[in-house]
Nanobody, 123 residues
Framework: QVQLVESGGGLVQAGGSLRLSCGAS????????MGWFRQAPGKEREFVAA????????YYRDSVKGRFTISRDNTKNTVYLQMNSLKPEDTAAYYC????????????????WGQGTQVTVSS
């Protein structure tokens, strides 16, 4: 069974940085795409970034391009989301997700989810 555990959330001022981590276990993830999603209160969960584990191909939503970087560490089975130049509108619960197959931005295409970590950006 795949398990995903996020960490690294917190409270930060606008313009600051945070690095989220997603520890993955239960599989060999070579054929997986790992994604980060977020959900603000009263809003639908939305795609943030994704990475294909084997070749490190990445994809981002437009509003985070140039500010966020997704990466993975094979030796630690961990996916990271480095978030710089944070804005109040980035405030949300951030979720790590995993799927087998191609890159996808839809939440219902991901089978495995972590419990989420809260990111709050103050103005």
């Amino acid at each position: 069974q795949v398990q995903l555990v996020e960490s690294g959330g917190g409270l930060v001022q606008a313009g600051g940085s945070l690095r989220l981590s997603c520890g993955a276990s239960g599989r060999t993830f070579d054929t997986y795409v790992m994604g980060w999603f977020r959900q603000a209160p009263g809003k639908e969960r939305e795609f943030v970034a994704a990475i294909r584990w084997s070749v490190e191909t990445t994809y981002y939503r437009d509003s985070v391009k140039g500010r966020f970087t997704i990466s993975r560490d094979n030796t630690k089975n961990t996916v990271y989301l480095q978030m710089n130049s944070l804005k109040p509108e980035d405030t949300a619960a951030y979720y790590c997700a995993a799927r087998v197959g191609g890159m996808l931005v839809n939440t219902n295409g991901y089978k495995y989810w972590g419990q989420g970590t809260q990111v709050t950006v103050s103005s």
